[in-house]
């Protein structure tokens, strides 16, 4: 009898697992059946994507080195090289296409430092409460407080404008808007009855944060994330203009728009700083409308 009862528990179990997984298939068909109904969406993952794999292949496509000296100067377009020259003589098509490595490198290692660090602190906000809640929410509070821009600067300043440095940089000063969304998601997702449930039943709290209460939040948190390599690229392009960013000959989209500075450049050669400013243009448009396309699919409030 006891065999028998051991068997339906572990059918029952078993049961349940194929439910839960089949429940969230169908959840992750039902998004991606959303986002491909926004077009917008669609043609920003297909530009995206073209931009992610230019710098996976960049040594394979490029049509030279990024740091060879042809010996002309700032040339114009032409069959040798097709986007012309800079001020050095080097190759801007092949400088573009590394350039690419550099903002997507910033963009999703910044990222991937803030969300973790919002989400945990977050996390304990929400659902500790109490003094907890406060001691880090206060914190955020200082932290959003601050010129954002003119700490970076002095910070990359101090430590040096090297690409790790603006990345640890970035990423430590981007968290306070994640730790406050996940503090709202979790003080809503705690009251409900399972998660009640949950802690009548003796599970312990880190079991009930990342299985339970955080994977509920994910959708905020990608779409914040996603809107978040957008800025971090304009970010690490502001930085380079200004000489503060990754420097040369390390190719970086901001960096090849330093040339913009001087009127010359602007007025007589646009192949100079048109190409890099285009590239920035189109990057952060298609992971805009990614982000857009996204949050729409995630919206319990839409229809299906």
């Known amino acids: 009898m006891s065999m028998v009862n051991v068997n339906t528990e572990k059918d029952l179990s078993l049961a349940n697992q194929q439910l839960q997984l089949g429940e969230e298939e169908g959840y992750l068909r039902m998004i991606i059946k959303r986002f491909l109904k926004h077009k917008l969406a669609v043609l920003g993952l297909v530009v995206f994507s073209l931009i992610i794999l230019s710098a996976i292949f960049a040594p394979l496509i490029s049509p030279s080195d990024p740091y060879a000296i042809s010996g002309e100067f700032a040339a114009e377009p032409s069959d040798a090289h097709l986007l012309g020259t800079d001020q050095v003589g080097r190759d801007l098509l092949s400088r573009l296409i590394y350039a690419s490595r550099v903002s997507l490198s910033v963009g999703v290692g910044t990222v991937a ?28 509070d200082v932290f959003m407080s601050f010129p954002y821009l003119m700490v970076i600067l002095v910070l990359v300043s101090i430590m040096g404008p090297d690409l790790y440095n603006i990345i640890i940089v970035l990423g430590l000063l981007g968290w306070p808007a994640i730790a406050r969304i996940v503090r709202g998601s979790v ?118």
Request: hydrophobic letters at 50%; glycine letters at 8%; charged letters at 10%.
């Open 113 to 140: 430092i803030y969300v973790v660090i919002g989400t945990v602190l977050g996390a304990m906000a929400g659902y500790f409460g109490k003094w907890v809640d406060m001691i880090i929410m206060r914190i955020t």
């Open 187 to 304: 003080l809503s997702i705690k009251e409900m009855d399972y998660i009640k449930a949950g802690i009548a039943l003796g599970y312990s709290t880190p079991k009930i944060v990342f299985q339970h209460i955080l994977p509920n939040c994910l959708a905020p948190i990608l779409v914040n994330a996603t809107f978040g390599i957008a800025q971090a690229i304009i970010m690490e392009a502001s930085l380079s203009f200004l000489g503060m960013g990754v420097q040369p000959p390390t190719a970086s989209w901001g960096n090849m728009l330093t040339e913009a500075q001087s009127l010359t450049v602007l007025s007589s050669q646009p192949w100079l700083w048109v190409p890099p400013g285009l590239m920035i243009l189109l990057a952060v448009l298609s992971i805009n409308f990614m982000g857009d396309g996204l949050r729409d699919a995630m919206d319990p409030k839409s229809l299906k």
